[in-house]
């Protein structure tokens, strides 16, 4: 039986391959970077199973399918620029032991050795699998990605004119295990990263959003009156996009949180799973190049390709 990628593969007979991907952007000022989520890569100490079965199988091609996304993004002309990856970008941690992660090759290296291949500069974020609270304390977790990875628990990214923020919604008092509000099915940021984005927002710099729980799940207010709801709809100007992922599928909220929010699928389950977005600093505006092939509240997106050009005369 064929695969899914060979079915639509020869579905777009009339299609030619990734690397002739379209060429036209809006002006001369525009570039490309690229959005992925939730590639749970895993290590020989990985011991299953998941909750069901198809988790369980996919588990087990993560790597083989970041790395599929990864070649794709690579071929992308004109070139993507940078990539943001939202969260889990590993499974589950095999040791509480900050030593193990220095002593044994894990799946922390693996991560990092597939989107060190990335031809653009990877920017990753924490997901709900890259803590183990309470197992594994989150300044634990803060230091392997400090110490493995370079990364702090939140950060901002400029590049051309545009300011990019990783979120972490794992850092406010429903990921506290000793909290009153502890419910790890809900994402909170904390008092001191809310003011930290309310200040880089401040400025006013055209700005893209990513966090891993989509903002459904994500306390509206956490402190007296301020949340992060409260400073997307503030800043709503400001930001031109939400990126999430966590549910493994397509979905488009809209705008009821203020800026458009769009949840993401995941590299686990389909490799063609990543978003490529043509941002224009000379108009501050962006666009999504794939949108249209999204399969929407499923996992899958199809390959992302364009017409063949016409013939000359």
């Known amino acids: 039986m064929p695969t899914r990628r060979q079915f639509l593969t020869a579905a777009g007979a009339g299609l030619c391959s990734l690397p002739s991907l379209l060429r036209a952007q809006s002006s001369?000022?525009?570039?490309?970077?690229?959005?992925?989520?939730?590639?749970?890569?895993?290590?020989?100490?990985?011991?299953g199973p998941e909750g069901n079965p198809e988790d369980t199988e996919t588990i087990f091609l993560t790597a083989d399918r970041l790395a599929a996304a990864r070649d794709a993004l690579n071929a992308v002309d004109p070139p993507v620029e940078q990539v943001?990856?939202?969260?889990?970008?590993?499974?589950?941690?095999?040791s509480d032991d900050v030593d193990f992660y220095f002593?044994?090759?894990?799946?922390?290296?693996r991560a990092k050795a597939l989107t060190d291949g990335f031809r653009a500069p990877v920017h990753v974020g924490f997901g709900n699998h890259d803590y183990a609270v309470p197992r594994v304390?989150?300044?634990?977790?803060?230091?392997?990605?400090r110490r493995k990875f370079g990364l702090a628990p939140y950060y901002a990214v400029d590049h051309r004119g545009f300011?990019?923020?990783?979120?972490?919604?794992?850092?406010?008092?429903?990921?506290?295990?000793?909290?009153?509000?502890?419910?790890?099915?809900?994402?909170?940021l904390g008092e001191a990263q809310l003011l930290w984005l309310d200040a880089q927002l401040?400025?006013?710099?055209?700005?893209?959003?990513?966090?891993?729980?989509?903002?459904?799940?994500?306390?509206?207010?956490?402190?007296?009156?301020?949340?992060?709801?409260?400073?997307?709809r503030r800043h709503a100007g400001t930001v031109q996009r939400v990126f999430s992922g966590h549910w493994h599928r397509w979905v488009d909220e809209g705008r009821t949180y203020g800026p458009p929010h769009l949840v993401i699928g995941a590299t686990r389950y389909d490799p063609d799973a990543y978003?490529?977005?043509e941002a224009d600093p000379q108009t501050a505006t962006?666009?999504?190049?794939?949108?249209?092939?999204?399969?929407?509240?499923?996992?899958?997106?199809?390959?992302?390709?364009?017409?063949?050009p016409a013939r000359g005369l």
Request: hydrophobic content about 45%; glycine content about 4%; aromatic content about 16%.
């Open 275 to 277: 978003l490529v977005v």
């Open 286 to 308: 962006h666009r999504l190049l794939n949108l249209d092939l999204v399969e929407w509240n499923t996992h899958f997106i199809k390959p992302y390709v364009s017409p063949r």
């Open 202 to 232: 401040a400025e006013r710099r055209p700005t893209f959003i990513f966090i891993h729980f989509p903002l459904s799940v994500v306390q509206p207010v956490e402190v007296r009156d301020f949340g992060l709801h409260t400073l997307l």
């Open 28 to 47: 001369a000022s525009a570039f490309r970077f690229a959005v992925i989520a939730d590639s749970h890569v895993i290590d020989p100490f990985y011991v």
């Open 137 to 145: 304390s989150r300044e634990a977790s803060h230091e392997l990605f």
């Open 163 to 188: 300011r990019f923020i990783h979120l972490n919604n794992f850092l406010g008092a429903t990921w506290d295990a000793g909290h009153p509000d502890y419910n790890r099915s809900v994402g909170s």
């Open 103 to 109: 002593t044994h090759e894990t799946r922390l290296d």
């Open 84 to 94: 943001f990856l939202v969260g889990d970008y590993f499974h589950d941690y095999p």
